[in-house]
């Protein structure tokens, strides 16, 4: 009989040192992003914990969830519980927090730089010696160039694409409202495909060779140099993009139920320290703290001129000005 | 007398019968209904319900929008349409597989199945990669000036691949029943070949052809996974309905989503609805009533 109850107390022994040791070490975190985030938080994610550890002791484990932008957003507004949230727009962000209320409305003030810890900007991909001599978005709109972007209705990075586009329109000599209409109007009709993500569309431009030009984060088009080598194709940087901001928040209302506010801010602040900002470069993200990064990899962001989108009016206008039912997208296509 | 009753035909609705030959009908009845409640009327009753958000003029709006509209033609008739050649070809390709017998018959027999099993993703790529103008048979087609992927025919290919085995395995077992001394017969008596087919075969072929060809196309119309990729989603061009589904949600549209699709249902239904009345009608005149 003793040692019957010997061993169950040593039982009840180790599984409360177990539930308590778990407690501790089951802490998890979860990220939704979008695609092209992948391989950064894959890096990112054992530096925080490692961070996170030596701070607090506490071990962390970090759950990473990618796809399309406007569907992870979705999953998110349909109850997936995620503590924070990476995404490629505002707008995204902006939907949560409208259709949730577990992202408060100020969200975008709650981190640095719009709470965009590092940024993008959309450039061109063409084949290998560029045959049909593609320098800048004028070129795009010529006859017999067929250029690759993923609809803008379904996809956030192809938002970016058309948004870069109307605002070099804008921005020429004599440019006006209705002139990058038709700007961006004649560019659509040289797209023979739309697919529904930019991986699609990537895709698209390089395993099935339709298309001259692929409009592409920068980010992505240096991964697939990186990955396809760089003998097919070669990156072509217009003279005038955009500057596309990544936003990133806390799930408040999410991390609050399950305690992990001060892990889900602490993980998106690192995003800003040093680490962070030499991962982001490394990944081919433009670090918003530059000097912290590598050299080498800073050196390989061409300079050129970048519009923001409050430049433009922001993105709930945009949004309803270009890609809302009825808009200026829509009516491209509208016979 | 047992052996009466069993002879007696089914059950007429003016007449029902006291007795029933068969035990449990009210439980199977109640598992019947409680099933399709779970699993089919309770999501459906869903989306009708978020539909009924909208009042009746934001619902035209948005299902009569014209890329909706256009979606809806492309959807419907290239399903059609995809049936139809599923229709004729599940058909031969059925009576190959039952009449005669040659070396790797258990093997195509079996390759009929896969486009059941295969997840819709891969066959849209694989198609894709194929049809594609640098695809093993995209680059024999684009000289002659046929573009198959980023088309609507493309849409046509994907919707025919994953149509055809509801054709074949519905017509299949009733030509493994039809017995050649009907078409002997039919020779014997001067029929040409023709003749034997059109007036003996087809005749009790055909209510088992048009389930296969309602199937194939409830299938097609559905589809949204294969053809995704071989589309191109050109906006009034090659777009399909379920993608201005999904397009509507992007915009985090719900209600937009639901309406779109309440169109869809009752389409499909109607649809659905008239081929299986034309099914019993012909299954009445050519005297197999079952």
């Given at each position: 009989m003793k040692r019957i109850s010997l061993g169950r107390a040593l039982l009840g022994l180790a599984l409360a040192v177990g539930l308590a040791a778990s407690a501790a070490a089951e802490t998890t975190l979860l990220n939704v992003s979008y695609d092209p985030t992948r391989e950064l938080y894959q890096a990112f994610n054992p530096e925080f914990a490692r961070h996170w550890k030596a701070?607090?002791?506490?071990?962390?484990?970090?759950?990473?969830?990618?796809g399309g932008a406007g569907k992870q957003a979705r999953a998110?507004?349909?109850?997936?519980?995620?503590?924070?949230?990476?995404?490629?727009?505002?707008?995204?962000?902006?939907?949560?927090?409208?259709?949730?209320?577990?992202i408060p409305a100020d969200w975008?003030?709650?981190?640095?730089?719009?709470?965009?810890?590092?940024?993008?900007?959309i450039v061109f991909l063409v084949r290998k010696g560029n045959?049909?001599?593609?320098?800048?978005?004028?070129?795009?709109?010529?006859?017999?160039?067929?250029?690759?972007?993923?609809?803008?209705?379904?996809?956030?990075?192809?938002?970016w694409n058309y948004l870069a586009a109307w605002a070099y329109a804008l921005r020429q000599p004599g440019g006006s409202e209705q002139g990058a209409q038709d700007f961006v109007t004649r560019l659509m009709k040289n797209v023979p495909v739309l697919d529904s993500g930019a991986r699609g569309a990537t895709n698209t431009f390089v395993q099935r060779g339709i298309g001259d030009v692929l409009l592409a984060w920068e980010n992505e088009a240096f991964l697939s140099l990186d990955e396809l080598g760089a003998d097919q194709f070669e990156i072509v940087v217009p003279s005038l993009s955009i500057l596309a901001e990544p936003p990133v928040a806390v799930v408040e209302g999410v991390a609050k139920k399950r305690g992990t506010e001060k892990l889900a801010r602490a993980y998106l602040d690192y995003l800003y320290s040093p680490v962070g900002q030499r991962l982001a470069a490394r990944h081919h993200y433009r670090p918003i703290h530059p000097e912290h990064a590598?050299?080498?990899?800073?050196?390989?962001?061409?300079?050129?001129?970048?519009?923001?989108?409050?430049?433009?009016?922001?993105?709930?206008?945009?949004?309803?000005?270009?890609?809302?039912?009825g808009g200026v997208f829509d009516r491209i296509y509208a016979r | 007398?047992?052996?009466?009753?069993?002879?007696?035909?089914?059950?007429?609705?003016?007449?029902?019968?006291?007795?029933?030959?068969?035990?449990?009908?009210?439980?199977?009845?109640?598992?019947?209904?409680?099933?399709?409640?779970?699993?089919?009327?309770?999501?459906?009753?869903?989306?009708?319900?978020?539909?009924?958000?909208?009042?009746?003029?934001?619902?035209?709006?948005?299902?009569?929008?014209?890329?909706?509209?256009?979606?809806?033609?492309?959807s419907f008739g290239m399903s059609l349409l995809a049936a139809g050649i599923n229709a004729v070809f599940g058909l031969l390709l059925a009576w190959a597989l039952v009449r005669?017998?040659?070396?790797?018959?258990?093997?195509?027999?079996?390759?009929?199945?896969?486009?059941?099993?295969?997840?819709?993703?891969?066959?849209?790529?694989?198609?894709?990669?194929?049809?594609?103008?640098?695809?093993?048979?995209?680059?024999?087609?684009?000289?002659?000036?046929i573009q198959v992927a980023f088309k609507p025919l493309g849409v046509l290919v994907a919707l025919v691949f994953i149509g055809l085995p509801f054709v074949v395995r519905t017509v299949q077992p009733i030509l493994e029943d039809l017995d050649t001394e009907l078409e002997e017969a039919a020779t014997s008596l001067g029929a040409q070949r023709w003749q034997a087919f059109r007036h003996v075969i087809l005749p009790i072929v055909f209510p088992?052809?048009?389930?296969?060809?309602?199937?194939?196309?409830?299938?097609?119309?559905?589809?949204?996974?294969?053809?995704?990729?071989?589309?191109?989603?050109?906006?009034?061009?090659?777009?399909?309905?379920?993608?201005?589904?999904?397009?509507?949600?992007?915009?985090?549209?719900?209600?937009?989503?639901?309406?779109?699709?309440?169109?869809?249902?009752?389409?499909?239904?109607?649809?659905?609805?008239?081929?299986?009345?034309?099914?019993?009608?012909?299954?009445?005149?050519?005297?197999?009533?079952?």
């Open positions: 701070q607090t002791g506490e071990t962390v484990t970090i759950r990473q969830s990618h998110v507004i349909d109850g997936l519980e995620a503590d924070v949230v990476t995404l490629a727009l505002a707008y995204d962000i902006d939907a949560i927090a409208e259709k949730t209320g577990r975008q003030q709650r981190f640095a730089h719009n709470s965009a810890p590092y940024t993008s900007t045959p049909k001599g593609i320098r800048d978005w004028g070129d795009l709109v010529k006859a017999g160039i067929e250029v690759i972007t993923p609809n803008p209705k379904t996809s956030g990075g192809a938002r590598d050299p080498a990899d800073i050196a390989r962001f061409p300079k050129l001129e970048l519009v923001t989108i409050e430049q433009l009016g922001g993105w709930q206008a945009m949004q309803h000005k270009h890609f809302a039912d | 007398m047992n052996t009466a009753t069993l002879a007696t035909p089914l059950p007429r609705p003016s007449a029902p019968p006291r007795l029933r030959v068969l035990p449990g009908f009210r439980l199977t009845l109640g598992y019947t209904l409680a099933y399709l409640s779970l699993l089919v009327l309770i999501p459906l009753a869903a989306v009708f319900l978020k539909t009924a958000e909208l009042s009746l003029a934001e619902f035209w709006n948005v299902v009569t929008a014209p890329r909706v509209v256009a979606s809806y033609k492309l005669y017998s040659f070396p790797g018959k258990k093997l195509i027999d079996a390759l009929v199945d896969l486009p059941f099993a295969l997840p819709t993703a891969v066959a849209g790529i694989a198609l894709t990669a194929l049809y594609a103008k640098n695809g093993w048979i995209g680059q024999f087609l684009e000289p002659l000036g088992a052809l048009l389930t296969g060809f309602a199937l194939a196309f409830a299938r097609a119309v559905g589809e949204y996974g294969s053809v995704i990729f071989i589309a191109g989603n050109l906006p009034m061009v090659s777009e399909i309905t379920p993608l201005m589904i999904i397009t509507k949600l992007e915009q985090y549209d719900y209600t937009g989503a639901t309406a779109i699709a309440t169109v869809m249902l009752i389409l499909s239904f109607t649809l659905l609805l008239i081929i299986n009345g034309l099914q019993a009608w012909t299954a009445k005149r050519t005297g197999r009533d079952r």
